[in-house]
């Protein structure tokens, strides 16, 4: 099994590169493994195979501190060879767990609260097989299965020529991914009429294959507003209901839609009312961000490579703004999105000429 | 049908919320409870099991037959059939501002 050849740890620095100590971590490496299958899918491998793909995955060491340092990680699928598919994963991988291990370094009175730290990860030979010891005693027998997720074979070049990119340009993530200005209209609207509290939903669509380019996109084509959450300004609990609700959404749409990620709503307009509109607008809440919780939520919801997360800022000093958030190497990063359909002008007077306008 | 506790019961499939993680469980022992079977389930399906703060998150599994989610104390042979599905559904929170 991958990765169990080495247990890890974070050396914690003081700024002047003293010693403070290594806290031994337990890494996540699901969100690795991820990535690794979504560039399998990518260069062809049928999906069936490469969402059920193990890999191997190996410490890259440091250059100049050497081992037991980390620059890194490496990681293949099990059944390909190294030479032509290994991906380089950051140590910056491993940031959350630096940061947990330094709220431990202050709790032990080894480091001051706010004191500034160096970190690197380490790694070394593990005795025993650990992983499998640590599993609850369970006498079921467990397969995995391969989850129903076809790309559909369309051609890229169409949506990309209809399409508008997103503020951040152009990407050079493995996958372009297509949101209609209609969905982008609707959460906002959600998200403003939500306002003090937060609220969410799910975004559901399919994954493509440009036939020609083998290239993976992502189209969302709907999203299906959360129920049943339990939310306040600062918080928004998806519970067991919620799912119950979604899940049905997407069965009665019976279009063959996955869950293609999630969106929430930040009510910046309600954060900052103390505050003037000038300086709402240098404020970071003003500017899209994951909080620890969102990401521990697209971890543990969406942790395929190609899922998104998209977010609206409601702010008071202008119309609402959009985030999208993504995989890239294991970890979860802003990125650049396509639009695609009318101008919110011309969706506007659609829905006028419908009689669906409040 | 009642199993008695030491009947196993055969091929459960179980998927998390979006279905895109699925395993199928075989000789699930029928005097354990839905919680224990929930235990062994998250590490095989790669679930995580706490939040940001270290706190364990809840997941419930909701039985597809009848549509309802188990508690987890009740008794899998009680519960369950063979080929049941049950989806793994977790309580968990977005936002947080301090933390972003």
Known sequence: MPAKGHRYAIHVMREDGTSVAQVPVEVDWEPVREWVRLLALGRGRVPAEAFQLECIIEPAWHRSRARPYLEGFTAWPVDEPRAETATSFSFLYLSERARGAATQLVADGKLQEGERFLWLPVAFPRDTNDDEAARPDCAARFRSVAPEIEPRRTALGPMLERATPSERGADDAPLHVFVPRRVLGEVSTLGHDATPHETGGILIGHLHRDPDASRLFLEVTAHIPAHHTEADATHLAFTPDTWTQVRAGLELRARHEIMVGWWHSHPVREWCKQCTLEKQRECPFARGFLSQHDKTLHRTVFPRGFSVALLVNDVAFSSPTYSLFGWRHGMIERRAFHTLGPQPRQLAAEAHEAGDQP | ?100
Do not use: C, W
């Open chain 2, 1 to 100: 049908m009642r199993f008695a506790d030491n009947d196993n019961i055969a091929m459960l499939e179980v998927t998390d919320v979006s279905g895109q993680k699925r395993v199928t469980v075989d000789d699930v022992h029928s005097a354990g409870t839905v919680g224990e079977l929930i235990d062994g389930l998250l590490p095989e399906m790669q679930l995580t099991r706490n939040d940001v703060a270290g706190r364990p998150l809840t997941y419930h599994a909701r039985l597809e037959r009848e549509g309802r989610h188990l508690h987890a104390s009740e008794r899998i042979g009680d519960a369950l059939r063979a080929g049941d599905r049950l989806v793994l559904q977790p309580n968990i929170d977005a936002g947080g501002v301090a933390s972003g």
